[in-house]
């Protein structure tokens, strides 16, 4: 059987086939029991247990994957998706749905200049060349810089420019698919936009930011007409049930009934706390969802309004 005819009903969702996105959102997808056996080097996987064909792509070519409607489902960074929609603004049939966000890869996209240099606004780059991977977003941002400042229509960086009746940019954009900030140290360019976690990478190419463009994390999109509507949701919901359960745990402590107002109020929950009698006379037993970061100021003031023998308990999975 060819791929093609192995592909047919099944559902293309795209996942990143390397780099940063990638080992958490494999996680995801055991987490959510979509099973897969990937042949070595093979870019499509059959999911063993679900009509689902992973399709891995690198995080910056999924937008447009599942934008132009060939694949259903996939997961990548906001910035890859603000990118492409910079590049491809989305019609009734094109571009992406967010669906959730996965919480993790977050980072910036900020504008960067010399550490030591003379530039310390972003306005001040008018008119220089910025190195990045975002064309499209820092074309967009320099033109409404530039638009600001009533900037003239110098063409200068040998791009087709003036659709529709736009001022054409002032500021040369140099596209580089990589190491970018590796692009001022050579001298190639005057400043860059590239993301920023940590800063290392900044600070060890002597750069530091003077702007943000946007903050990014990892997103699931599905197209605005995939293939199977229902497998979509039913992998939407396990999804979001493996991220809200790596984001709450279950806290349980006994307490007095004359306490329990009190201590509601640190553990709201969800919903509402779940409240049993125990056997002990006047005691009740609760349990409530808690957000994990919260979990040492949460037990610290439970002690403090009175709550015994508090447990906090690691969630395998969640559904709404
Ligand atoms: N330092 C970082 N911290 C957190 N998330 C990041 C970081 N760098 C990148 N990301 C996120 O991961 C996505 C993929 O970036 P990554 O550098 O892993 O790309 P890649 O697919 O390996 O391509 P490349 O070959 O250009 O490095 C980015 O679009 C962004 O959403
Ligand atoms: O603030 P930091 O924690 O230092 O992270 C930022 C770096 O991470 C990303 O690159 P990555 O290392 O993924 O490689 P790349 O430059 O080849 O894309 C990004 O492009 C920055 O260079």
Known sequence: MSLLEQLNGRLLFAVPKKGRLQEKAFALLKGSDIQFNRPDRSDIAFSSNTPVALVFLPAA??????GRGNGA????????????????????????????????????????????????????LVGKTIATSFDGLSRRYFRELEGKQGATSTFT?????????????KTNILHLSGSVEAAYSLGMADAVVDLVESGLTMRSAGLKPIATVLTSSATLIKSKHPSDPAWVSKITARIQGVITAQRYVLCCYNVERTKLEKCSKITPGK????????????????????????VATVMDELSLAGAHDILIMKLENTRQ
């Open 61 to 66: 070519d999924i937008p447009a994957f599942v």
């Open 73 to 124: 489902l996939g997961i990548t960074g906001s910035d890859c998706i603000q990118e492409y929609e910079a590049r491809e603004p989305p019609t009734s049939t094109t571009g992406v749905e967010h669906v959730l966000d996965l919480r993790f890869g977050v980072c910036k996209l900020q504008v960067q200049v010399p550490e030591h240099g003379e530039i310390q606004t972003p306005e001040q």
């Open 157 to 169: 960086n040998g791009e087709g420019g003036g659709a529709n009746g736009e001022a054409k940019l």
């Open 271 to 294: 919903r509402a706390p779940t409240v049993n009698n125990l056997e002990e006379e006047g005691w009740v037993a609760v349990q409530a969802m808690v957000e994990s970061g919260q």
